[in-house]
């Protein structure tokens, strides 16, 4: 049997450079999502954070010990790291869950600017649910338990109601306060994703009310869309999207 750890966080410090990237992983990801991202940030000049939530990259009992407040007191306490730093500015971005926190921080702190891909506008149960079973399947079998331990980690799902309550309201009131956010913005979508992510690509752009806004979707991206085929181009046009912010300063 494999013995599995927390994720370390991935820290690329760039002694020269005055601004940060802050990354943000997905739900029921890890750190590795956004880790070829944050390479290529780190080579064109920037410092990048990429923190784990709690309990991810573990078996799923332990990652339903934590809910959505505890992984946002994460995502804070790394955006503080960054302010103790000495950063003049932060730029946030993340896929999925990542995005809806890169949000939550724009519309509470200040951030230089934002990316959202693959960023949900409204959340159901069963979704939810589908991700934390495809996890815990994918956790007991990579770790090597048995059948038997795997349907009982599965069978906890149904304890973890209330958490997955306390998600949706998240994600609302992240919805609803999206005039709050005084950055500029670039959302992102992939065209091999499921429909309801080109819908909320659309929902965010409409309610940001900010100028400095735009929505592009990648033909073959799927919801990972740090990864995969199209990965190099989500990554070439968050550079260019940070040189022009960079260049107004």
Not at 11 to 21: D, G, I, K, P, R
Not at 201 to 207: L, T, V
Request: with cysteine.
């Amino acid at each position: 049997m494999i013995n599995v750890k927390s994720p370390n966080p991935i820290f690329l410090e760039n002694e020269e450079a005055t601004s940060a990237v802050l990354l943000l992983h997905s739900f029921t990801g890890t750190v590795r999502d956004v880790k070829l991202l944050a390479n290529k940030l780190h080579k064109v000049g920037y410092t990048c954070l990429v923190p784990p939530y709690r309990g991810h990259g573990l078996l799923l009992p332990e990652l339903m010990s934590y809910d959505t407040d505890d992984w946002w007191e994460d995502v804070q306490a790394a955006y503080q790291q960054l302010r103790d730093k000495g950063y003049q500015h932060i730029h946030v971005m993340g896929v999925s869950l990542g995005g809806l926190y890169s949000l939550k921080l724009a519309e509470h702190f200040e951030v230089g600017s934002l990316v959202v891909m693959s960023t949900p506008h409204k959340k159901g149960d069963a979704g939810l649910q589908g991700r934390l079973k495809h996890y815990g399947q994918r956790m007991g079998d990579l770790i090597g338990l048995d059948e038997a331990t795997i349907k009982a980690h599965l069978a906890q799902i149904e304890d973890y109601d209330e958490s997955l309550e306390l998600f949706q309201a998240m994600v609302n009131d992240i919805m609803t306060n999206l005039d709050r956010i005084q950055a500029p913005i670039a959302i992102k979508y992939g065209e091999q994703d499921e429909a309801a992510y080109e819908q909320s690509a659309n929902y965010i752009y409409e309610h940001i009310t900010h100028s400095q806004k735009a929505i592009q979707s990648y033909s073959n991206a799927g919801h990972l869309m740090t990864q995969g085929k199209d990965h190099q181009a989500v990554e070439q046009d968050i550079i260019d999207f940070l040189a022009h912010i960079e260049a107004e300063y």
